[in-house]
């Protein structure tokens, strides 16, 4: 079964608006969790990794005021989108470690995020 | 020269035959290398996962790694129409705790199984 969930799957919002997406680990306790970003026809693009109780860690180019990342426990990570614009809209995905001790990663299912 | 290159595709294998599968990488410090598949709509799912030159099998599917090539590839005997996806190559060069860990994903390889 699914060891990695999202919430919500898909959401549709308005420009300026703000969006929250949540993504659990449903099984293990998970220190680290990563935020990925794919476009239409594109490859899947590390954002940030996710650290519990820390600041994320933003790859260059993602803008840490626009995209806040909060691992407030160990099974919890959420990635708010703030006042999101059109190019913005994309298929945002989680993941985490499939343990604490391999760098293997299984992925949430993702959400598709439209801005209007 | 990008970090993770694949053939974009489309490949066409008929049922039943041998769909290979490859990719390449550019960083030779690169420790560990995956293979995801990822259906239309659909997030990646693992497939494999490589450390060591050779191969390592499962199943249907067998992986292969060379380093000294930087060259990884992914085959799949019997193919179903099940298998027609996105295939994804992913690499890491970094290690858990040192705060390098990222893995860099290919562009994909659309495969399409012809029954």
């Known amino acids: ?116 | 020269q990008k970090e993770v290159e694949q053939n974009s595709g489309p490949l066409s294998v008929p049922e039943g035959a041998i769909a290979s599968l490859n990719c390449t990488y550019s960083d030779r410090g690169s420790q560990s290398f995956f293979w995801y598949r990822q259906y239309s709509g659909k997030s990646p799912e693992l497939i494999m996962s490589i450390y060591s030159n050779g191969d390592k099998e499962d199943g249907r599917f067998t992986a292969q790694l060379n380093k000294a090539s930087q060259y990884v590839s992914l085959l799949i005997r019997d193919s179903q129409p099940s298998d027609s996806a996105t295939y994804l190559c992913a690499v890491n060069k970094g290690y858990i705790g040192f705060g390098n860990e990222k893995l860099t994903f290919g562009t994909g390889t659309r495969l399409t199984i012809i029954p």
Request: aromatic share 10%; charged share 20%.
């Open chain 1, 1 to 116: 079964g699914a060891v990695v969930s999202q919430h919500p799957s898909r959401v549709i919002c308005k420009s300026g608006t703000s969006v929250k997406i949540e993504c659990r680990s449903l099984d293990f306790q998970a220190t680290t969790m990563f935020w990925y970003r794919q476009f239409p026809k594109k490859s899947l693009m590390l954002m940030a990794t996710s650290n519990e109780g820390s600041k994320a860690t933003y790859e260059q180019g993602v803008e840490k005021d626009k995209f806040l990342i909060n691992h407030a426990s160990l099974t919890l990570s959420t990635l708010t989108v703030t006042s999101a614009h059109p190019e913005d809209s994309s298929f945002y995905i989680c993941s985490r470690r499939t343990s604490g001790s391999t760098d293997t990663q299984y992925f949430g299912p993702g959400t598709r995020l439209t801005v209007l």
